[in-house]
């Protein structure tokens, strides 16, 4: 693994916890994003992280600076990913919107630059040919939250040349990173495979009226000794997003229990602007949710 320039594509929440994390490990870090204010968006996000890696993981002023020092930022693709060893993209998780932007990477990134997607629902193969090198590409998942939530998790595709995985699951390691390889395409990854059938299940419990948010927490969080419910999972996931899941299966699926879940999430939770911990309510109400209190685990 001979990695020295990496490009993030994409300066959202996760894209600007890659490039950051990455830029802390040592790495000179190029954020791409299609127009100014995504950037200056992005540069508010990374001047919140360094606060929280000073806070979380005691890093001095001069760490968190240096880490800054050696992030560029542009929106023109073609300077951006100049002098890339690595592409990641944290792009929408929308088809046409990734295999546009992969039809444009290919025509500009040097030939030595290696693709990888940090999607969380499309699958590599997907768009391996739209990138003109699919040997060269794969995927690199993240979870939010990277610099303490630090999974990574690196599935190829048929077509993706080992010594490419094998490189980036090193530089997974390298900046921090545990790295989980997948040998084979598997959609939601590991991570999701295991957890969106407990999250679903949870949901229609409730939506089914056969007990509680609280009580179904409780039930988990007793019986596995884990630290946090299904419910108060989606506070950190975010609403919108179960929203969007169960959406996409009652579409799917035509299935009327989750017809009616998903219009539960958006009359009682979305439309009532309880999105989940990042404003303050969802399933608990934050800073202080139930399921931390001492007492909640007892009778």
């Not at 077509?159 to 699951?169: A, I, L, R």
């Not at 999430?265 to 303050?280: H, M, N, P, V, W």
Request: hydrophobic share 45%; charged share 20%.
């Amino acid at each position: 693994m001979n990695y020295k320039n990496v490009t993030v594509a994409g300066s959202g929440v996760l894209g600007s916890q890659i490039a950051y994390q990455t830029a802390f490990k040592g790495f000179d870090v190029t954020v791409y994003d299609i127009n100014d204010a995504a950037i200056e968006a992005s540069k508010e996000r990374i001047a919140k992280l360094q606060e929280n890696y000073k806070k979380d993981l005691s890093a001095s002023d001069e760490e968190v600076k240096a880490a800054f020092e050696r992030m560029a930022f542009h929106t023109d693709l073609a300077t951006a990913v100049a002098d890339a060893d690595l592409v990641i993209e944290a792009i929408p998780e929308v088809v046409a919107i990734k295999t546009e932007f992969y039809t444009n990477l290919g025509k500009v990134a040097p030939e030595k630059t290696i693709f990888a997607t940090n999607s969380s629902t499309l699958l590599p193969s997907q768009f391996a040919d739209a990138t003109g090198r699919p040997e060269k590409f794969l995927a690199l998942h993240f979870a939010n939250t990277i610099w303490l939530n630090n999974t990574a998790e690196i599935m190829k595709h048929a077509g993706t040349d080992m010594q490419v995985f094998d490189d980036v699951v090193e530089f997974a390691k390298a900046i921090g990173m545990v790295a989980l390889p997948l040998h084979k395409e598997q959609p939601g990854y590991i991570l999701n495979s295991l957890l969106v059938p407990l999250l679903d299940a949870a949901e229609l419990l409730l939506v089914n009226e056969v007990s509680d948010a609280e009580t179904i927490d409780k039930t988990w969080m007793i019986a596995t000794k884990a630290p946090m419910g299904p419910f108060a999972i989606l506070d950190v996931v975010g609403i919108n997003t179960a929203y969007n899941i169960v959406s996409a299966k009652a579409e799917a699926t035509g299935r009327e229990d989750y017809k009616k879940l998903a219009a539960m999430l958006k009359t009682d939770y979305i439309d009532q602007g309880k999105l989940g911990k990042a404003t303050g309510e969802g399933f608990y109400k934050y800073p202080n949710p139930n399921y931390l209190n001492p007492d909640f685990l007892n009778n």
